[in-house]
């Protein structure tokens, strides 16, 4: 049995994960600000939900480095997983304040908190906006990254230097996830497919930025969690002499990047078509220009993920997207 600290556990990808690892009989602690970025209710419901013998929850602040040092006292990790974060493109241009302060101070916190715990591994979430508008598709972790179109990006690959620093100067494993639009049951209400969802079963217009022309590569979110924990698992990767990973950025044990996402690229307006089916309802569309702090396209290159953990993200999407949708309905007793 593996201690294994997660942050963000009430959020989306963080609740899917903890439920995961209960199951499997990791003991899991569980931290999360619970804050008001979108209804708290929904998180409060995924704690409910996830209470088990072996599960312990706090409510806390990443920017609380005294509470996150108690709790690593007090629990003893062997593994943390940081998924909490100010998530959003759009959110960055409205409140950007909030993303310095959760996104790196925060991410400072626990990653230095590791660090002086001397955790086995540091597992962090990334994101496939530190790529921007990259021309080359599908984006593979030795693409340059230089040129993020969003804070959201820019402090997302600063986490990613961040990491970097502490492996090089402390030898410290830490592997960050770029994730790919993640979507699914318990999903967050700012992520297009759910509003979508909504406000065509309301009979209310969907916005469809650059026509619906975007193109994302969407990630069902028990691929995610399949490929986190298989990473868990691995102790084979962290060997100075399991180098060979001729996709991996660099060969290095001790830092690892990897795209976690369907590697396949569709049109939003395709995606919306796929979604009415489901529903049996025709959305209203309201096609509009190109939003500040987007990207075109998205494609995840997973070469160097398959590699490391023998396993390749690929739940089709009219089938996640019917899953969403059953659990929608039922979560909103429609």
Known sequence: MTKILVT???????????????????DVYGIDSLNHYYDPSLKRARVENLQAPNFQFQKLDLQNYEGITRVFQEFDPDVVINLAAQAGVRYSLENPRSYIESNLNGFFNILEASKQHGVEKFIYASSSSVYGNN???????????????????????????????????????????????VYGPWGRPDMAYYFFTKAILEGKPIQLYNQG???????????????????????DGLKPENRSNQYMLEKSPYYQLFNIGGSQSVPVL?????????????????????????????????RALEAYIKFKPGIPLHEGLGKFVEWYKEYYKI
């Open 8 to 26: 963000g556990a009430a959020g989306f990808i963080g609740y899917h994960l903890s439920e995961r690892l209960l199951r499997e009989g990791q």
């Open 270 to 302: 395709d995606f919306v078509n796929i979604l009415e089916g489901i529903l049996g309802i025709e959305a209203k569309k309201e096609l509009v220009d190109f939003q500040a702090g987007d990207v075109f396209s998205t494609e995840a290159d997973t």
């Open 135 to 181: 021309k080359k598709t599908p984006f593979a972790e030795s693409d340059t990254v230089d040129h993020p179109v969003s804070l959201y990006a820019a402090t997302k690959k600063s986490n990613e230097l961040m990491a970097h620093t502490y492996s090089h100067l402390y030898q410290m494993n830490t592997i960050g996830l770029r994730f790919f639009t």
């Open 213 to 235: 022309k975007n193109l994302r590569d969407y990630t069902y979110i028990d691929d995610i969690v399949e490929s986190i924990r298989r990473i868990v698992a691995n102790t």
